[in-house]
């Protein structure tokens, strides 16, 4: 009883459901994470609320006060009647320099609200980069569970056989009968999991149709430290902070510039018992109570919180890169061990304990041990593969290297 269930193929295609090929959508990792971008629903708000703060910049460009038309008109009584016309048009200028703060702090806004979109991004393509890894190990672990039930199959048959013959008890065949069933539930509970990952991932995508997935679990090549240290920096997180910092300065410039005069020109026409009169004015608001107080001690405390913030943010991150990259190496080594160590000798062990139980040498029970430690490591391999993978999306994600 020859039955090959080598070592994992680790690649292939997870359909959705048994619908015709035809009528799925086959997605690679490549093509997830561009679909994401472009349907996930939290990516699309995210790009979306960007025309808000666009907005909020064209806003900061305009004078906040318009020109001002006053009029006047009455009767004189008197000796002498006649009809009074009084006409003014005044136009009040902001403080120097209040203008160029604001619209500082709207760009900054901008640029907060442009990051907070790509910090978005990066998680939602964090977590569709996970959930394809999790789709491929399901395909994976219903692969090995139907490599299982096969075996449990060829086991019960031979039990039964040497029952008929007299060489066992029915005990033995009662036993790889519970093998035969723990197999099949292994594969339902297999194909369980691959419809929760595909179905999550067609949320995350915001698809419709049946999917499919079509990758590898198998480690590429070591990461970059480098390169993934200076790509770190550009982190969605950093600029969010960034962005924030340089609104409080404008905030504190705009409070500033309130404890400058604050000037109004004017032009006033008037007709009084037929005489015309034409008065030119100015006005100016002397800063002596009001000045910007508030403004600039709450801009103030507010740069030096978020600075301080955007220091242990640094500090944080290049934490998480070092661990990341450790925990990536100690994956793909555990992977590497399982590879060189325990795989090569198991499809030799299969045909051994086969043939022992066929011929008498070993009984069922040892059988079912032998071939529950097999499968146990061969699964054991699978979910290496996983957290290896799943740990170099980490990288990535930490890395920034997800946008």
């Not at 459901?17 to 939290?42: D, G, I, K, S, Y």
């Amino acid at each position: 009883m020859r039955v090959v269930c080598t070592a994992l193929a680790l690649a292939g295609v997870v359909s959705m459901a048994p619908a015709r090929a035809e009528a799925q959508r086959v997605l690679t990792l490549a093509e997830v994470m561009t679909t994401a971008r472009e349907r996930a629903p939290q990516i699309v708000s995210a790009r979306l609320g960007l025309a808000e703060a666009q907005g909020r910049v064209v806003g900061a460009g305009v004078r906040p006060g318009n020109p001002e038309v006053d009029v006047a008109a009455g009767d004189r009584r008197g000796d002498v009647r006649s009809t009074d016309l009084d006409v003014g048009v005044s136009q009040r200028f902001e403080p120097p320099g209040l203008r160029s703060a604001r619209l500082a702090g709207a760009g900054a806004r901008l640029a907060e609200a442009t990051a907070s979109a790509d910090e978005t991004t990066r998680g939602v393509l964090r977590e569709a980069a996970r959930t394809f890894y999790q789709a491929l190990f399901a395909a994976e672990r219903i692969r090995l569970a139907t490599a299982a039930e096969t075996l449990a199959v060829a086991l019960f048959d031979a039990a039964d056989r040497r029952h008929r013959a007299g060489d066992i008890a029915v005990l033995d065949v009662n036993l790889a009968r519970a093998a035969l069933a723990r197999a099949r539930a292994d594969r339902r509970a297999g194909e369980a999991e691959q419809a929760g990952a595909l179905g999550a991932l067609k949320v995350l995508l915001h698809l419709s149709e049946a999917i499919a997935v079509q990758g590898s679990l198998t480690p590429t090549s070591s990461p970059d430290a480098v390169a993934l240290a200076r790509g770190s920096d550009e982190r969605p997180e950093l600029r969010v902070l960034q962005a924030a910092v340089r609104e409080a300065e404008a905030e504190v410039a705009m409070a500033r510039s309130l404890s400058r005069p604050e000037f109004g020109l004017g032009v006033r026409f008037a007709r009084e018992e037929g005489s015309r009169i034409i008065l030119g004015g100015v006005t100016v608001s002397l800063p002596v109570f009001a000045k910007g107080q508030e403004q600039l001690a709450v801009g103030s405390a507010r740069a030096s919180r978020l600075r301080a913030e955007l220091e242990a943010l640094r500090s944080r991150i290049r934490v998480e890169l070092e661990t990341a990259l450790v925990a990536y190496e100690k994956r793909v080594a555990a992977v590497r061990v399982l590879e060189t160590d325990a795989l090569p000798s198991l499809d030799e062990n299969d045909a051994l304990t086969a043939r022992s139980f066929e011929v008498g040498q070993i009984g069922l029970s040892d059988v079912l041990l032998i071939r529950r430690e097999m499968l146990d490591t061969r699964a054991h391999y699978l979910n290496a593969l996983l957290e290896a993978a799943l740990a170099r999306v980490e990288i990535d994600a930490v890395a920034a290297v997800l946008r």
